[in-house]
């Protein structure tokens, strides 16, 4: 275990990301396990799922512009402000993000990009696919490192009158129809997922009705040909959503495998963006697709780490431009471990049920940390409150399994009296 090389870091006064170095501040969570993340680039190698699931995308928008890498590492203002995230918004926090300090983080979406794009290259059609990073809850589905792509769609209110943008939704819905994709075309709007004022409701039905052309007939070509293997329907749903930065939004979700699968989020730019960056003049659509959801089911990758794997057994599996179903190497077995702490004491003179400053993603992230790919899941199993101290209790069970081979119960017991030190030290919880 090599944990004291990150109890010295952690006492630099700077921290080197992507050969840069930033002073640290109270801000600064980003740990040396993510920090071996940032030059994988996963999305970037045309024979690993998520590259081929990218290119596949790519090749479904030939005219789209691609910007691929621009790196992690962006400012609050463009993560945040530029999308006219509010700065008491609860996104922001250093729970749920990684600050290298105040001034800056490993971008949380491929959102911000938006504003940029639209500044320095005026596109009016661009793709962006990002490796994106969030502090999160640890199980098969949820890694702090995943990746997204951005799609952007400008138009001309003249594109709209002309006929331009109907022809162009014409042609994809021609395509889609052919598939065995069957989705909703409800475009009831209810109270709170308002047109823009400003925007006319005839323009954006349009602007509307090419978002929706242009996402079914993009899932059409990736999940109606697996239909078609399988002899069955893809249903696709869109549901109603909420995002400072368009108006309306929704979720887009894919009946798969009997669960509804949420694969993106999308809606009509906020004209502030648009003006702001030099394009007032454009009408526009913006939609986040998350990749590893769908790769996961694409590709029948169970469990989230793989997509990390180094292991042969698991690259030599795919190749570029194909969906294949991977075969698992067989399953190791899991070694679980419990952990049982009060949380800190609330400040002198609260009231007992105030709030304290125990996180559940510090000790996510500190989990990650230690065990770093050996962790497969962390739950809270049981939790009470103490009827005389009022003080809190929990307990959480870990369950450690590798990828590739058998772990060893010393090994795991090291790891795991790690995880218990860190935790008395670093986030003041008091062991039961
Ligand atoms: C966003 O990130 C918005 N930026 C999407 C967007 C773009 C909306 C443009 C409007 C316009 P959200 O947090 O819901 O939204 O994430 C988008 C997608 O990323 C989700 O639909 C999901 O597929 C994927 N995703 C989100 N969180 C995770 C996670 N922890 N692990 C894996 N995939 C995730
Ligand atoms: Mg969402």
């Known amino acids: 275990l090599t944990l004291n090389s990150h109890n010295d870091t952690s006492k630099e006064s700077s921290v080197i990301v992507l050969n840069q170095a930033y002073p640290r501040d109270h801000y600064t969570n980003i740990s040396p396990a993510i920090l071996t993340k940032l030059d994988r680039k996963l999305h970037l190698d045309p024979r690993h799922p998520l590259g081929i699931l990218k290119n596949i995308i790519y090749d479904r928008f030939p005219d789209y512009a691609r910007h691929e890498t621009f790196a992690p590492v962006v400012t609050p203002f463009d993560n945040f402000d530029s999308l006219l995230i509010p700065a008491n918004h609860p996104g922001r926090s250093k729970h749920d993000n990684y600050y290298i300090n105040e001034q800056t983080m490993l971008r949380s979406h491929s959102s911000a990009h938006q504003l940029q794009v639209l500044q320095q290259h005026k596109h009016t059609q661009f ?6 990073y969030r502090r999160d809850e640890i199980d098969a589905s949820h890694y702090p490192v995943f990746h997204q792509m951005e799609g952007v769609r400008l138009m001309t209110p ?6 331009t943008i109907a022809q162009d939704i014409e042609r994809m819905r021609a395509i889609a129809a052919q598939s065995n994709i069957v989705t909703s075309d409800d475009t009831t709007l209810h109270a709170g997922n308002a047109i823009q004022p400003g925007h006319s409701p005839e323009q954006i039905k ?8 242009s ?6 070509g990736i999940f109606g040909c697996i239909g078609q293997l399988q002899q ?4 696709v749903r869109w549901i109603e959503g909420s995002f400072p930065f368009t108006s309306p939004s929704w979720e887009l979700e894919v009946l798969y495998q ?9 809606g009509v730019m906020q004209q502030r963006i648009l003006d702001q960056g030099g394009m007032g003049d454009h009408l526009g659509w913006a939609v986040g ?4 959801r769908l790769a996961m089911v694409l590709f029948d990758i169970s469990d989230i780490r793989l997509f990390w794997s180094q292991d042969a057994r698991f690259l030599a599996q795919f190749e570029p431009g194909r969906i294949t179903q991977f075969q698992p190497f067989s399953k190791f077995p899991p070694c679980l471990k419990d952990i049982s702490f009060w949380l800190p004491r609330a400040a002198a003179g609260a009231a007992t049920d105030s709030f304290t400053p125990f996180h559940e993603n510090d000790l996510m992230d500190l989990v990650r940390e230690v065990a770093q790919d050996l962790v497969e899941d962390v739950k809270l199993i049981d939790q009470f409150v103490h009827p005389k101290s009022g003080r809190s209790s929990r307990c959480y069970r870990i369950v450690y399994r590798s990828m590739d081979r058998s772990v060893t119960n010393d090994e795991i017991n090291a790891i795991q009296q790690c995880v218990r030190e860190q935790a008395v030290q670093r986030l003041g919880l008091e062991l039961r």
């Open 127 to 132: 793709l962006v696919a990002a490796d994106v």
């Open 158 to 163: 003249r594109e709209i009158a002309d006929g």
């Open 206 to 213: 349009m602007v509307m009705a090419h978002l929706k052309a």
């Open 215 to 220: 996402l079914n007939y993009w899932v059409a």
């Open 232 to 235: 069955q329907t893809i249903p």
């Open 258 to 266: 009997g669960q509804w699968l949420e694969i993106c989020g999308c």
């Open 289 to 292: 697709f998350g990749l590893e």
